[in-house]
């Protein structure tokens, strides 16, 4: 079964930098792309990161240059980074599996306070 937990939210001031992991079970991020994905209340979520399997990585506009995604194969997480945050970040945090799965983890909270 395949299981998704994300960490690091928290709050931070519009500026500052927040790193958030994905760690997965039942799965690897190695063999195929997975996704990081924001949701604010009352709206649909919005992908704002992508890795590949073999590493590559694809960002939005929104975020280009101020997020960005490493990979421990090892301990099988992927991390998000996130600097120079702006208010609009802010949004609970979901990371998505792998195919086939694509099973979503619980999510983890981002404030960022102007």
């Keep these: 079964q395949v299981q998704i937990v994300e960490s690091g939210g928290g709050l931070v001031q519009a500026g500052g930098s927040l790193t958030l992991s994905c760690t997965a079970s039942g799965t690897n991020f190695t063999r195929n ?3 990081w994905f924001r949701q604010a209340p ?3 979520r919005e992908l704002v ?3 590949a399997a073999d590493g ?3 960002f939005p506009d929104s975020v280009k240059g101020r997020f960005t995604l490493s990979r421990d194969n090892v301990q099988n997480t992927v991390y998000l980074q996130m600097n120079r945050l702006k208010p609009n970040n802010t949004g ?5 599996a792998p195919l ?3 099973n979503w ?3 983890t909270q981002v ?3 102007s």
Excluded: E, F
């Design 49 to 51: 990161a992508t890795m």
């Design 111 to 113: 404030t960022v306070s």
């Design 100 to 102: 086939p799965s694509r």
């Design 33 to 35: 792309a997975m996704d």
């Design 105 to 107: 983890g619980q999510g």
């Design 42 to 44: 009352g709206n649909q």
């Design 56 to 58: 590559r990585t694809i």
């Design 92 to 96: 609970t945090y979901y990371c998505r």
